[in-house]
């Protein structure tokens, strides 16, 4: 043990014992999970979420999130593992809290952490001696010492010695099933020594690997520099297929060949642009944190530009085969394939299909879509069904491929006579690609 706290000591032991008590706020798609593994793993979890519509359906075993089956919940529930509630007071019970809450950027482009505000006054309530709080939710570098280590100490409380805090970035990719929530391994980043030992203790009785480091400002740099790897790749294979697109030249051909390699070149590859809540958001935080700091994050900057243009170039291409086919957007019925922001799933956050439909309806197209993970499309003045794949190309003058579910008839898509744009690549023997 690094520390004579007696508080850590008394924590150290209810772990060991299993009989710490863990709350997770926030259900959704880090949360639900984490909580799934740690009640597997034999540790009382209480779920809070201020959704009670969620939170009811959980308490019938019910899941509402994919990557966790109801067969799977169900059990738990079942046997008292985990339960869930909106009631915050369930926090002066739990030895742990882990803050799973979203971490969305305002319309500005600013990072918007009020959920971690909200979360943390909840936890400042209720905290008490021995309590460690381990905070998931995505955000800039030195939210945790800055932010949430004050709001708990104005408790009468000291981090590190009463109460322990770390940072441990979430690493959850909706859909996989190689590496999940157990077998990812967990970096933990405490503001004390005696911070991180409680966290990993804690962590370590549902994760097989924790790596801790230094500090919560590395482990939220960590999550960072994952992202934004990602995101300024992604970005250079997307600008790849632009100049690809000037030189005459097919870009996955040349992705292809240079993945043959077996060192020195890691594949990415271009498509309709980014998805999901973390490539398209993350790097954000990094980028603003750093202007704070009279510093420009360059590659960010570049390669959100890139990034953000290529629901636009997708239209364009859409436009110029219609016109290469004697017709014009306006007026013809256009069939978006795929709506989800990856395949095999129905999460449809920052999913560059919006923009697509959006783009498309702004030029006058008639639109409809296909998906069969998701089966409505409300957003922003879209309330859309979604049609049967049959139907839609029999209907439709041209067909966008946006994402590629592995459950999609694509003989169908290469087989119908509309105009074929693929942002994807997976028809590369279609009679026609824009």
């Given at each position: 043990?690094?520390?004579?706290?007696?508080?850590?000591?008394?924590?150290?032991?209810?772990?060991?014992?299993?009989?710490?008590?863990?709350?997770?706020?926030?259900?959704?798609?880090?949360?639900?999970?984490?909580?799934?593994?740690?009640a597997e793993a034999g540790v009382q979890?209480?779920?809070?979420?201020?959704?009670?519509?969620?939170?009811?359906?959980?308490?019938?075993?019910?899941?509402?999130?994919?990557?966790?089956?109801?067969?799977?919940?169900?059990?738990?529930?079942?046997?008292?593992?985990?339960?869930?509630?909106?009631?915050?007071?369930?926090?002066?019970?739990?030895?742990?809290?882990?803050?799973?809450?979203?971490?969305?950027?305002?319309?500005?482009?600013?990072?918007?952490?009020?959920?971690?505000?909200?979360?943390?006054?909840?936890?400042?309530?209720?905290?008490?001696?021995?309590?460690?709080?381990?905070?998931?939710?995505?955000?800039?570098?030195?939210?945790?010492?800055?932010?949430?280590?004050?709001?708990?100490?104005?408790?009468?409380?000291?981090?590190?010695?009463?109460?322990?805090?770390?940072?441990?970035?979430?690493?959850?990719?909706?859909?996989?099933?190689?590496?999940?929530?157990?077998?990812?391994?967990?970096?933990?980043?405490?503001?004390?020594?005696?911070?991180?030992?409680?966290?990993?203790?804690?962590?370590?009785?549902?994760?097989?690997?924790?790596?801790?480091?230094?500090?919560?400002?590395?482990?939220e740099m960590v999550k960072l520099l994952?992202?934004?790897?990602?995101?300024?790749?992604?970005?250079?294979?997307?600008?790849?297929?632009?100049?690809?697109?000037?030189?005459?030249?097919?870009?996955?051909?040349?992705?292809?060949?240079?993945?043959?390699?077996?060192?020195?070149?890691?594949?990415?590859?271009?498509?309709?642009?980014?998805?999901?809540?973390?490539?398209?958001?993350?790097?954000?935080?990094?980028?603003?944190?750093?202007?704070?700091?009279?510093?420009?994050?360059?590659?960010?900057?570049?390669?959100?530009?890139?990034?953000?243009?290529?629901?636009?170039?997708?239209?364009?291409?859409?436009?110029?085969?219609?016109?290469?086919?004697?017709?014009?957007?306006?007026?013809?019925?256009?069939?978006?394939?795929?709506?989800?922001?990856?395949?095999?799933?129905?999460?449809?956050?920052?999913?560059?299909?919006?923009?697509?439909?959006?783009?498309?309806?702004?030029?006058?197209?008639d639109v409809l879509y296909h998906d069969?993970?998701?089966?409505?499309?409300?957003?922003?003045?879209?309330?859309?069904?979604?049609?049967?794949?049959?139907?839609?190309?029999?209907?439709?003058?041209?067909?966008?491929?946006?994402?590629?579910?592995?459950?999609?008839?694509?003989?169908?898509?290469?087989?119908?006579?509309?105009?074929?744009?693929?942002?994807?690549?997976?028809?590369?023997?279609?009679?026609?690609?824009?």
């Amino acid at each position: 043990m690094t520390s004579d706290s007696p508080a850590l000591a008394s924590l150290l032991d209810r772990i060991e014992g299993n009989t710490a008590r863990l709350s997770i706020i926030g259900l959704g798609y880090v949360g639900l999970p984490l909580a799934v593994v740690f009640a597997e793993a034999g540790v009382q979890v209480v779920g809070i979420d201020v959704n009670a519509d969620v939170v009811d359906g959980l308490n019938r075993g019910e899941s509402h999130i994919e990557d966790i089956p109801t067969e799977r919940l169900a059990p738990l529930v079942e046997s008292g593992l985990f339960t869930a509630t909106t009631d915050f007071g369930v926090l002066a019970g739990c030895d742990g809290v882990s803050i799973c809450v979203p971490t969305p950027l305002r319309k500005t482009g600013d990072p918007d952490i009020s959920y971690i505000l909200a979360a943390t006054d909840a936890i400042k309530a209720h905290v008490h001696p021995g309590m460690v709080v381990v905070l998931e939710s995505t955000t800039y570098p030195g939210t945790t010492r800055e932010i949430i280590q004050p709001a708990l100490e104005e408790s009468g409380l000291t981090v590190g010695e009463d109460l322990f805090l770390c940072f441990s970035p979430e690493r959850v990719d909706p859909g996989r099933e190689d590496w999940t929530t157990v077998n990812t391994p967990k970096v933990m980043g405490g503001v004390t020594p005696a911070c991180v030992e409680a966290g990993t203790a804690l962590y370590g009785t549902a994760i097989e690997t924790l790596v801790p480091v230094s500090s919560p400002e590395a482990a939220e740099m960590v999550k960072l520099l994952e992202n934004t790897f990602r995101a300024v790749n992604i970005g250079l294979a997307n600008e790849l297929l632009l100049m690809c697109d000037k030189l005459g030249l097919d870009a996955w051909e040349v992705i292809d060949a240079a993945g043959t390699k077996p060192f020195g070149f890691m594949r990415f590859t271009p498509g309709p642009g980014l998805g999901g809540h973390c490539i398209p958001i993350d790097p954000h935080y990094l980028s603003w944190k750093l202007k704070s700091l009279n510093y420009t994050a360059r590659f960010i900057e570049l390669a959100s530009e890139v990034n953000t243009a290529m629901p636009a170039y997708w239209v364009q291409k859409t436009q110029d085969a219609l016109n290469d086919a004697g017709k014009p957007v306006k007026g013809s019925r256009i069939l978006v394939v795929g709506a989800a922001y990856k395949k095999d799933i129905s999460d449809m956050r920052e999913s560059p299909a919006l923009d697509i439909l959006a783009l498309l309806q702004e030029k006058g197209a008639d639109v409809l879509y296909h998906d069969p993970h998701v089966p409505s499309l409300e957003h922003e003045g879209f309330d859309l069904r979604s049609t049967d794949l049959a139907d839609g190309l029999r209907q439709s003058d041209a067909v966008v491929v946006v994402t590629d579910h592995s459950d999609l008839d694509w003989d169908a898509v290469a087989g119908s006579d509309a105009v074929l744009v693929d942002t994807r690549a997976v028809l590369r023997s279609a009679p026609v690609r824009a």
